[in-house]
């Protein structure tokens, strides 16, 4: 019903920034909330950043102040632009789609981002 599509992670060093794109992409399903997660080798996936259609936005808690995740309704699009990037920061970044943040029943792929330091 939905693919989404997301752009091409990449290879920066810390401090650097990197803006990532998600297309959703189909019908059938609608498409309320948005998200980016992310899994690091050994560690949980875990939420970076979600928001709902309405611009309600949340965010992990060691991105908060160098993450924005924002949306473009008309495409059903999110983006999330990562700014003072960390060597912590490097994991694959997945984005997620559905009815609710509970509820994310769609994933991308999954891109690779690396933060050298």
């Known amino acids: 019903q939905v693919q989404l599509v997301e752009s091409e992670g990449g290879l920066v060093q810390a401090g650097e920034s990197l803006r990532l794109s998600c297309a959703a992409s189909?019908?059938?399903?609608?498409?309320?909330?948005m998200a980016w997660y992310r899994q690091a080798p050994g560690k949980q996936r875990e939420l970076v950043a979600g928001?709902?259609?309405?611009?309600?936005?949340k965010y992990a808690d060691s991105v908060k102040d160098r993450f924005t995740i924002s949306r473009d309704n008309a495409k059903n699009t999110v983006y999330l632009q990562m700014n003072n990037l960390k060597p912590e920061d490097t994991a694959v970044y997945y984005c997620?789609?559905?009815?609710?943040?509970?509820?994310?029943?769609?994933w991308g792929q999954g891109t690779q981002v690396t933060v050298s330091s």
């Open positions: 189909g019908s059938g399903f609608s498409i309320n909330a």
């Open positions: 928001m709902s259609r309405g611009g309600s936005a």
């Open positions: 997620a789609a559905g009815y609710t943040m509970t509820y994310l029943r769609f």
